[in-house]
T-cell receptor, first 112, second 115 residues
Framework: GENVEQHPSTLSVQEGDSAVIKCTYS??????FPWYKQELGKGPQLIID?????GEKKDQRIAVTLNKTAKHFSLHITETQPEDSAVYFC???????????FGSGTRLQVQP | EAQVTQNPRYLITVTGKKLTVTCSQNMNHEYMSWYRQDPGLGLRQIYYSMNVEVTDKGDVPEGYKVSRKEKRNFPLILESPSPNQTSLYFC??????????????FGQGTRLTVV
């Protein structure tokens, strides 16, 4: 089955800096890659997603890139703010499966 | 306000005592699912439902049951809870009109402890 590895497990940046979180997946057939933000005491929140026919997608300060050849995708957050502090999860879905396979999460801390 | 509501938020129970965690969404979504979240393992899908009376197993269904009698509700049932089901549980929903049927909305979670 699909396996998703996420790095780093923790990331600390200064306010205004950029943050990058990387994920690799094992199933070359996977075709959907969402990212979630989970704040303390809350459920995951879908923040951006990308499909396998697209290499990059941007939404204001957030962008996701996908390299199908290398089987990895990354979340980029620019001009980080303290409210970006949270745990971020990547996920992947293989065709024919309903379950998302999640990475183990990255705790991002933005220092004011 | 669009939301997925889970109850209870916290539950401590004893081994073998049947329990139900409720999940309700107010967005008329067809697709609903349950995940459990354990440290270092991310989220893993337990069961999902494509619509009323249509349910199927996810990746870790053992020890759980679900039902989907109404579109808005998708309860998770533990007939005989065991300590290895101690976890943080999330219900999610989305419209099948959205591509990929992704888990677009998550509830706030239910922290279950089985002693």
């Amino acid at each position: 089955g699909e396996n998703v590895e996420q790095h780093p497990s923790t990331l600390s940046v200064q306010e205004g800096d950029s943050a990058v979180i990387k994920c690799t997946y094992s199933d070359s057939a996977s075709n959907y890659f969402p990212w979630y933000k989970q704040e303390l005491g809350k459920g995951p929140q879908l923040i951006i997603d990308i499909r396998s026919n697209v290499g990059e997608k941007k939404d204001q300060r957030i962008a996701v890139t996908l390299n199908k050849t290398a089987k990895h995708f990354s979340l980029h957050i620019t001009e980080t703010q303290p409210e970006d502090s949270a745990v971020y999860f990547c996920a992947a879905r293989s065709p024919g499966r309903r379950a998302l396979t999640f990475g183990s999460g990255t705790r991002l801390q933005v220092q004011p | 306000e669009a939301q997925v509501t889970q109850n209870p938020r916290y539950l401590i129970t004893v081994t073998g005592k049947k329990l139900t965690v409720t999940c309700s969404q107010n967005m008329n979504h067809e697709y609903m699912s349950w995940y459990r979240q354990d440290p270092g393992l991310g989220l893993r899908q337990i069961y999902y439902s494509m619509n009323v009376e249509v349910t199927d197993k996810g990746d870790v269904p053992e020890g759980y049951k679900v039902s989907r009698k109404e579109k808005r509700n998708f309860p998770l049932i533990l007939e005989s809870p065991s300590p290895n089901q101690t976890s943080l549980y999330f219900c999610a929903s989305s419209s099948t009109g959205t591509s990929m049927n992704t888990e677009a909305f998550f509830g706030q979670g239910t922290r279950l402890t089985v002693v």
